[in-house]
């Protein structure tokens, strides 16, 4: 296709091997199958410890402060979580 042509098919897909190995096919499923694992485990521990700090705060165990701590808990755990995913690119 030229220079333009595959400037315009790298625009368009949603990877791009640079090399010449199809192999790296199955590498980039797995980190896929990973990262998607990693995101859901991230979202699901973030709505229970959120559910939880939103209970005691009804509840009037917690308060402004506990739920801030918390939320930053849990974006701090959840990167570190998606820090994982370095190992294996």
Known sequence: MGGLGSDAAIEASDIVIMTDQPTKIVKA?????????????????????????LILGALGIAGMWEAVFADVGVTLLAVMNALRLQTLT
């Open 29 to 53: 499923i797995d980190i896929s199958k990973r990262t998607k694992t990693i995101v859901w485990e991230n979202i699901i521990f973030a709505l229970i410890v959120k559910g939880i700090c």
